[in-house]
């Protein structure tokens, strides 16, 4: 916290975590004392998380399942409050990264604008080592196909090629804050 206080004071209003019990403990008193704060869930959610993060969180990056989406659905209408969503996927079909296929994508919009999501955009993690560009450009047509006006991709070593290819919403906290540990 040490080096978010700053950040805070200083008028950084967003912030992304990747687990929701981390977040839980770091963010609960902070945000009843600073109401303007945005706190993102940019990792993997499991549905046995779900009551938590929407408690917490004010946008989620990571869904990626019907299922998913329906049990954020039914905790967020038990406490009153709209997550902002974005559908992870997986743009490079990586069997061992998360997100919806690139093919069911078209499914899992039509759901999540069924049941009446606040449906935001699309979010990707490119393949590790490999140059982005095609991916981000690939993202930023399905994206635009579905009439989206944000994007979630970018992150430290790619956000400037990211954001070439319309993303609005980048990962960049380890060239804030250093390398996790």
Not at 81 to 102: H, T
Request: charged share 30%; net charge positive.
């Amino acid at each position: 916290m040490d080096k978010i206080l700053p950040l805070i004071e200083y008028g950084h209003n967003d912030y992304g975590e990747n687990k929701v019990q981390e977040a839980m403990n770091k963010w609960s008193e902070i945000k009843k004392l600073k109401t303007q704060l945005k706190l993102h869930m940019i990792g993997k959610l499991q549905t046995n998380k779900v009551k938590l993060a929407v408690q917490i969180f004010d946008y989620i990056h990571s869904v990626d399942t019907k299922k998913l989406a329906k049990k954020i659905l039914d905790e967020q209408k038990k406490i009153n409050k709209k997550i902002k969503i974005f559908l992870q996927v997986n743009i490079g079909e990586e069997n061992q990264k998360s997100g919806i296929k690139k093919n069911e994508v078209s499914e899992l919009v039509s759901y999540c604008r069924e049941i009446d999501l606040d449906l935001m955009g699309l979010m990707c993690i490119p393949p590790a080592d490999t140059d982005p560009e095609d991916y981000f450009e690939e993202m930023n047509y399905l994206n635009k196909s579905f009439k989206f006006s944000e994007l979630s991709m970018g992150m430290s070593s790619d956000f400037l090629k990211a954001v070439k290819h319309s993303s609005t919403f980048l990962r960049i906290g380890s060239n804030i804050f250093g390398d996790r540990f």
